[in-house]
């Protein structure tokens, strides 16, 4: 599967380029998906079917600070600015935003090329050690997903939360306490017949996966491989 690179840039020349020695460079294994204005990556920023953003400030309409702002309120991918402001005021404020790195205008393909590929080799290798696995259950905690036999489903957050801790605690007896004080915090009032009707919400939403979390009476509750 290709990875999806969201380039925003004005410069049609340039979106072309780019396209171009991307594709041809990768063997077709990166995707560019370009668009031209900050209204446009605005609409772009609220998804995430894209592993990198390559983002030029000065765009028609939304500037690229705003839109670095708006990306990072919905995911941690790769962002990098390609623009012609280099001014220390200015790389600060990205880093401060979020941005990863720069690339100064004119810039050679071939660097930015390489810098787009050693971010996404370090973004896959820190995802995969984030990758739990128990039985039928995936659980990727940079993505926020859950899949059961390869089908994705769909979890609550405090249920992906206990789901989340009871995989970094495969074959623990974990207790309600505990997952009161690590879900809900040491300060919130809240009944352990609550961790219950969660865990069984949990059970079902999990379908054939459900069984795998076991009921330890007067314990708690163990997540086993079956």
């Known amino acids: 599967m290709a990875d999806r690179i969201l380039l925003i840039e004005d410069d049609e020349k340039i979106r072309n380029i780019v396209k171009e020695y991307f594709t041809a460079k990768s063997n077709q294994q990166y995707e560019i998906i370009g668009v031209a204005t ?16 390559l983002l030029d400030i000065m765009l028609p309409g939304v500037d690229g600070f705003s839109l670095c702002r708006q990306f990072r309120k919905n995911t941690d991918v790769p962002i990098l600015f390609i623009t012609a402001r280099t001014a220390e005021e200015d790389r600060l404020y ?14 050679s393909f071939a660097e930015l090329y390489a810098k787009v590929s050693a971010f996404l080799r370090r973004t896959k290798e820190a995802s995969k050690e984030r990758i739990l696995t128990c039985g039928k259950i995936r659980l990727n905690q940079v ?22 801790y009871l995989m970094q605690h495969v074959g623990w007896v974990v207790s309600r306490e505990t997952l009161l004080n690590r879900i ?14 969660r865990v069984k919400n949990l059970r079902k939403a999990l379908g054939s996966a459900g069984s795998q979390i076991k009921t330890v009476i007067s314990k708690g509750y163990k997540l086993v491989e079956e």
């Open 184 to 197: 809900w915090g040491e300060d919130a009032y809240v009944e352990q017949r609550v961790v219950d009707n």
């Open 38 to 53: 900050g209204d446009e990556g605005m609409e772009w920023a609220n998804r995430n079917d894209y592993d990198l953003v």
């Open 143 to 164: 993505s926020l997903t859950v899949e059961v036999d390869g089908s994705e489903i769909e979890l609550p957050p405090k249920e992906f939360e206990i789901l989340s």
């Open 94 to 107: 990205g880093y401060e935003l979020g941005c990863d790195d720069y690339v100064c205008k004119p810039f």
